[in-house]
């Protein structure tokens, strides 16, 4: 199961703690992008890198940071600041211009306890 | 803006009937449009991209730039359709950030 691969599966995050979910992909893409799955409401992007060390807010960035070092890294830190962080995050990567689709990872499931 | 509509949230079929998931876009310039499923369980995978004009498990989407749409079909349903359906779309003037649909939940019955 190779491709892109995001730790961990389950999280489960205090309120006011700062969390870190992790990104790994070995395809070679340019692009790295942060979206979140809820209910009814599909997939909303977070943050997202076309290159590395450079990164773009996405349509609800507000409350999350991100980074971009390596090519083969993305990790997603959700602050404090988030005011309704349990969700599903998936993580997701592609060519720069996408025209082959995006390639997904397995999600994390954060949970604010 | 670019915005992606899929006006049912719930879609439920008997095992060998038609199905049409429906999907408007909204874009002025030549999008390229994609069909996401996931799985229970699964990850999210493409299913087809309008470009390639291909069938995948039978499921075929046409682009209509005049109605903006791209609807997904498929002949025949079976029960392992039954999954979260998703279309996308791409488009230079968005840094090729693809912007999803809210979904469509297909539910074939036996």
């Known amino acids: 199961d190779g491709g892109i691969t995001q730790s961990p599966k389950y999280l489960f995050r205090k309120e006011g703690q700062n969390v870190t979910l992790s990104c790994e992909q070995n395809?070679?893409?340019?692009?790295m992008y942060w979206y979140r799955q809820d209910p009814g409401q599909g997939l909303r992007l977070i943050y997202y890198s076309q290159i590395v060390n450079d990164f773009q807010k996405g349509d609800i960035a507000e409350g999350y940071s991100v980074s971009r070092e390596k090519k083969e890294s993305f990790p997603l830190t959700v602050t404090s600041a988030q005011k309704n962080p349990t969700a599903f995050y998936l993580c997701?990567?592609?060519?720069?211009?996408?025209?082959?689709?995006?390639?997904f990872g397995s999600g994390t499931r954060l949970t604010v306890v | 803006a670019q915005r992606v509509t899929q006006p049912e949230k719930l879609l439920s079929v008997f095992k060998g009937a038609p199905v049409e998931l429906k999907c408007n876009y909204s874009?002025?310039?030549?999008?390229?449009l994609f069909w996401y499923v996931q799985y229970s369980r699964q990850r999210l995978q493409l299913l087809l991209r309008?470009?390639s004009r291909e069938s995948i498990k039978g499921f075929t989407a046409d682009l209509n730039k005049g109605e903006t749409s791209f609807h997904l079909k498929k002949p025949f349903a079976q029960e392992e359709d039954s999954a979260m359906y998703y279309c996308a779309l791409i488009s230079p003037g968005s840094n090729y950030k693809l912007t999803f649909g809210k979904g469509t939940l297909l539910t074939v019955n036996p």
């Open positions: 874009y002025s310039g030549s999008p390229e």
């Open positions: 309008h470009i």
């Open positions: 395809l070679n893409h340019d692009a």
């Open positions: 997701a990567s592609s060519t720069r211009q996408g025209s082959g689709g995006y390639t």
